[in-house]
């Protein structure tokens, strides 16, 4: 059984500030992605992130930087110089690959809601 | 680029009616997924398709039905609203090979 947990309900940081919002995961896949999706108070999703599990590459785009360690399931966000644009609730997901049915679906966690204070 | 469109945003059904959601996928994108988002709630999976077969159930009530039509497109019906099925509904899609998925706006659904 696939889980995701963000025990991070919300976080508020003051603009500037660093934040790092943390993802654990459960799977007993041995191929699995990982994702992390922002989702503004207008509701869209939006997509941030996919990473492999065979890829534990640290990757930066911006001020975004995502922390993989396999070794303790983790999936870390980071934003640096945080805006009041970032404000927004955080999902971290986990998929398997799609099985011979072509089709396989997201687990979530429950989100981190941040608040980026001006 | 294209995205994947949800129709309608916004709905506002009373209880016991019946609500129809709809789903166009990216071109090429043969595969479709549903999700509910309740109000401060992860989104939850309700059910996929691929090439226009469900593949896939979660936690769907029997109320809801939903389809894949030839286009692709998808339709999420929903009959005898009860006001626990207000909620933000998503469809996403993707390409069997291609590991993303890509979501809607989502359709708003209220029920009063």
């Known amino acids: 059984a696939q889980k995701v947990t963000q025990a991070q309900t919300e976080i508020s940081v003051v603009e500037k500030e660093d934040v790092t919002l943390d993802c654990v995961y459960e799977?007993?896949?041995?191929?699995?992605?990982l994702f992390w999706y922002k989702q503004p108070p207008s509701g869209e999703l939006v997509f941030l992130i996919r990473r492999n599990s065979f890829d534990e590459q640290n990757e930066i785009s911006g001020r975004y930087s995502w922390n993989f360690q396999k070794s303790t399931s983790s999936f870390n966000f980071t934003i640096t110089a945080s805006q009041v644009v970032d404000s927004a609730v955080y999902f971290c997901a986990l998929s398997a690959p799609p099985d011979q049915t072509g089709a396989n679906n997201l687990f979530f966690g429950t989100g981190t809601r941040l608040t980026v204070i001006p | 680029a294209a995205g994947v469109i949800q129709s309608p945003r916004h709905l506002i059904k009373e209880k016991r009616e019946t609500a129809t959601l709809k789903c166009y996928p990216i071109p090429r994108h043969d595969t479709v997924y549903w999700y509910q988002q309740g109000p401060g709630q992860d989104p939850q999976f309700l059910i996929s398709f691929y090439e226009k077969m469900q593949s896939d159930k979660g936690s769907i009530p029997d109320r809801f039905s939903a389809q894949q039509f030839s286009d692709y497109h998808s339709e999420l019906n929903m009959s005898s609203l009860e006001l626990g099925d207000s909620a933000l509904y998503f469809c996403?899609?993707?390409?069997?090979?291609?590991?993303?998925?890509?979501f809607g706006s989502g359709t708003r659904l209220t029920v009063v």
């Open positions: 799977t007993r896949d041995t191929t699995y992605y």
């Open positions: 996403a899609s993707s390409r069997q090979g291609f590991y993303g998925y890509t």
